[in-house]
């Protein structure tokens, strides 16, 4: 399962929200997008040249995915799975 | 990877953890996203007057004050009239 491709909407820490096609994820939650545009243009034309941005990870507030995108199914599973797992003591 | 490689020598546009834009080429940067602008300028937006052009040259930006760095559209980017854009400048990331 993956969200790349998928159209999404990245709210950042200063409000800023940029909506596009996401290309790529890595390790610090960095985020790349495609094909994008800015929420709320007229408040911010900042941006209005860019086609496409990295948003570095440390920045971002929410990632809102389209519903369709995310497989409800198998995330209850998954969380069903671990909720069965014996719980490992924590280490001192 | 989410790396910067695609925009090395390119035209970017930075926008600051205190909301400022820094247009220039992109020519280095690391796991950090710590950021070598060349010929770079600061755009400085206001809602009363058009955008002023801040000339800066070379900038070392730190990766912690980085937001977003976007690749500039050139022919996009010098249709738009930035004497008649009236915009408030970008909030700044509140620390918390």
């Known amino acids: 399962m993956t969200l790349i491709g998928q159209q999404v909407t990245v709210e950042l820490k200063n409000d800023l929200a940029i909506t596009g096609i996401l290309v790529s994820v890595d390790q610090f939650l960095n985020i790349k997008l495609d094909d994008i545009h800015v929420v709320e243009e007229q408040k911010y034309p900042h941006m209005m040249a860019v086609k496409n941005c990295f948003i570095r990870g440390s920045v971002v507030r929410y990632v809102k995915l389209p519903a369709s995108a995310v497989d409800t199914a198998l995330l209850q599973d998954a969380a069903r799975r671990e909720a069965q797992q014996p719980t490992v003591p924590a280490p001192r | ?96």
């Open chain 2, 1 to 96: 990877m989410s790396d910067l490689q695609q925009y090395v020598d390119q035209s970017v546009e930075v926008i600051t953890v205190d909301g400022r834009v820094i247009v220039g080429t992109l020519k280095g940067f690391d796991q950090t996203t710590n950021i070598i602008l060349s010929g770079c300028h600061e755009r400085v937006f206001s809602e009363t007057e058009g955008v002023e052009k801040v000339p800066l040259g070379l900038y070392i930006i730190r990766g912690d004050n980085i937001c977003v760095v976007g690749e500039l559209d050139t022919e996009r980017d010098e249709a738009i009239d930035l004497s008649e854009i009236r915009a408030p400048p970008i909030n700044d990331i509140m620390k918390r």
